[in-house]
């Protein structure tokens, strides 16, 4: 699309997109990122504020998709987090479960929808990166994602590995930046700021191997504080998550 093009359209589209979705439109979201962290982290646990940093400066790597999944099993101690939900603490039991162990903690990185380390070992993170980087099929399907006027397109590239063949396709809604004032708890007296911070999650449809794209309307992400979005494939199904098979994330405004 040229210039002149995306000039002449801007005035068809809403005022509230602006001129950030006109970029998005001209400049897809990066389409082979290495790796999807997903830290399971709390306002109430003492030791996460590290790990909330480390994945502030994993966010701003493109070949990584990293996100927070605050917990709210913790809410006891305390402090109810702002920003938990329960369908995390589920997801980060279900990944327990797949691997067979126990291990459910914060703050707990799962990269790669397989391997876990503590989530402020920055270099566990990327050793377990490397690791997980040649597992067959993990990661290895293109994923785009696109804004257009007041939708999401998401296209999905055939798959490359015979290991890679289905898996369900899911959309997050993303805050990437949420300051925190924390005033009981552990963390009492403490701003802590949250990165990447998944608001919704949401099933865009399934994938059977084959290319394949699929539209959801802005509507069914957006709420106050949204200002990205994020799509990966993962193989298995919520209940039984398995290795990420493709990611993409890309800014809403």
């Not at 162990?101 to 914060?106: G, K, L, M, P, S």
């Not at 309307?217 to 998550?241: H, S």
Request: net charge neutral.
């Amino acid at each position: 699309m040229t210039a002149m093009m995306a000039y002449n359209r801007i005035s068809q589209w809403s005022s509230a997109l602006g001129i950030c979705a006109i970029i998005a439109i001209i400049r897809p979201a990066h389409a082979d990122p290495r790796a999807v962290v997903e830290l399971f982290t709390s306002q109430g646990c003492s030791s996460c504020p590290p790990a909330d940093k480390v994945i502030g400066e994993l966010a701003k790597d493109p070949n990584v998709i990293a996100l927070s999944m605050p917990i709210d099993y913790w809410d006891y101690l305390g402090w109810k987090d702002t920003l938990a939900d329960s369908r995390f603490s589920a997801r980060q039991k279900a990944y327990s479960h797949m691997r067979g162990d126990r291990d459910v903690y914060t703050p707990q990185a799962v990269i790669n929808g397989s391997a876990h380390v503590i989530g402020s070992d920055r270099d566990s993170i990327e050793s377990a990166i490397k690791a997980t980087d040649n597992s067959a099929g993990v990661m290895s399907v293109p994923v785009t994602l696109t804004l257009s006027g007041k939708q999401i397109n998401v296209s999905v590239a055939a798959a490359k590995s015979p290991t890679a063949a289905r898996g369900e396709v899911w959309i997050c809604s993303i805050s990437k930046s949420v300051p925190i004032s924390i005033a009981r708890g552990e963390n009492r007296g403490r701003e802590i700021t949250y990165h990447n911070v998944v608001r919704n999650l949401l099933k865009v449809g399934d994938w059977n191997g084959s290319s394949g794209s699929w539209t959801v309307p802005l509507e069914n992400i957006t709420r106050d504080g949204v200002d990205a979005a994020a799509v990966y494939i993962q193989d298995g199904n919520r209940e039984k998550p398995g290795p990420m098979l493709g990611a993409a994330i890309t800014s809403l405004r």
